[in-house]
């Protein structure tokens, strides 16, 4: 990897309000705040884009990255003359990155850049000098060449580290056997491994639409506006976790990156621009069964690593099926309802009919999109993350 770095006194983080949905201007704002992009990032150079996308969910669920703000970034390369971007992603634990992608139809919203699934990415195997937990790793070559890697991560808490952000996102550089040995390696010290050899150029976190409680994937989305971006990951991390009203002290990768030098963690010695930590703070709830979640895992992975490892058998789309269950679905909030028929108009699959003045979902053909969630003036749907059978039962 060539390194594209500005160095830079005292790390600084902005902290910018996305107002009323104009997404780019927050981030040409934050750009600025933190001093811009470096000078030698320029045409010729190759930009890797590491979004956020875990599983089929949309952005309004708090799981997946804002599509407006990958937008922005791309645009804002391409004025620069830079060409060579890559969005590039291996989705979380037993998903599938391209299922993923094409139930975001991210290639119809970026047809001018080039989307990988990292998982299917050539794998070149690394040495980590001085690693605490993982030795070697196998990392997929698009983001050992990148010049230039921007994470953008999302505001949430996560159910084995508590919170997941720039340094976190960084695992989806690695394929699904690489993801499960860093789990089992102890995955606070693999964080700061892995972020030794990728550790990202540029932070911005997508703090639109977050998620609290059982995050990655099953929390519940929190509307905050807000965008985190700086160059020195450890410390865009540690605001982050500030604006949920953790302290970064709590979080163990980041103070362990901190003694490994890899940025600061401290509060006291990183300069916040923009908004101050204490004006946007919001208290977002805890995971809660994180040693339940722990032991599943780590019993899922071992699992997954003996099967592939000795029959080459992936484990993963029977978990998938396993997981599908708590993927989201809307539910209606009849009290709020005003018969707009919104809902109707904006499903693509035709999933919504009007029965006795209310709408009706067909879970059969509901795929979770959430248009309705999202476009129903009344905000009249939840998120439900109940099976479908027991939606069908009890709507
Ligand atoms: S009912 Fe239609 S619009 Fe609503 S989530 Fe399901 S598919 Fe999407």
């Known amino acids: 990897m060539h390194y594209v770095e ?9 902290i910018v309000r996305v107002e009323n949905g104009r997404v780019k201007e927050a981030v040409v704002k934050a750009l600025e705040l933190i001093g811009g992009l470096p000078e030698n990032l320029v045409p010729g150079k190759k930009v890797l884009i590491k979004p956020n996308f875990i599983r089929s969910e949309p952005p309004s669920t708090g799981t997946t990255t804002d599509f407006r703000l990958i937008r922005a970034i791309v645009e804002i390369l391409r004025e620069r003359g830079i060409k060579d971007i890559i969005v590039g992603e291996a989705s979380g634990n037993q998903y599938d990155t391209e299922e993923i992608y094409r139930f975001l139809k991210i290639r119809d919203w970026f047809p001018d850049v080039d989307i990988i699934d990292l998982d299917q990415d050539e794998i070149i ?28 991560p999302i505001l949430k808490t996560h159910n084995s580290t508590l919170i997941t952000l720039g340094m976190k996102n960084m695992m989806g550089v690695l394929p699904q056997r690489e993801k499960w040995k860093m789990h089992l390696s102890g995955l606070h010290k693999a964080l700061v491994d892995l972020n030794r050899i990728v550790k990202p150029h ?12 059982l995050g990655p994937t099953m929390g519940k989305p929190v509307e905050m506006n807000l965008l985190i971006a ?9 605001v982050g976790s500030a604006v949920m009203d953790i302290p970064p002290a709590k979080i163990k990768h980041l103070v362990c990156a901190e003694k490994e030098g890899l940025g600061t963690s401290n509060l ?27 032991l599943t895992g780590i019993i899922q992975y071992k699992i997954g690593v003996f099967l592939l490892d000795k029959f080459n058998y992936d484990i993963r789309p029977f978990l998938r099926d396993f997981a599908s269950f708590h993927l989201p679905k809307p539910k209606l909030k009849k009290k709020l309802c005003k018969g707009t028929k919104k809902c109707i108009e904006v ?35 939840k998120i439900s993350r109940f099976p479908k059978w027991w939606l069908r039962l009890t709507t």
């Not at 980590?128 to 921007?150: M, T």
């Not at 540029?202 to 409680?213: A, M, R, S, W």
């Open 268 to 294: 006291g010695k990183i300069e916040v621009v923009g908004e101050r930590i204490e004006n946007v703070k919001r208290h977002f709830k805890r995971p809660y069964g994180k040693i339940i979640f722990y």
């Open 347 to 381: 499903c693509p699959e035709n999933a919504i009919k009007f029965n006795k003045n209310y709408p009706k979902i067909d879970y059969k053909k509901c795929t979770g999109c959430m248009a309705c969630y999202e476009q129903c003036p009344e905000q009249a749907f």
């Open 6 to 14: 500005k160095k830079r006194s005292k790390s600084k983080v902005a």
């Open 202 to 213: 540029l932070v911005i976190v997508d703090g639109i639409i977050g998620q609290e409680g």
């Open 125 to 152: 195997s690394v040495k980590i000098e001085g690693a605490k937990a993982l030795k070697e790793v196998g990392i997929a070559r698009k983001a050992l060449e990148a010049d230039f890697i921007i994470s953008l």
């Open 230 to 238: 700086g160059y020195d990951v450890v410390a865009v991390d540690s």
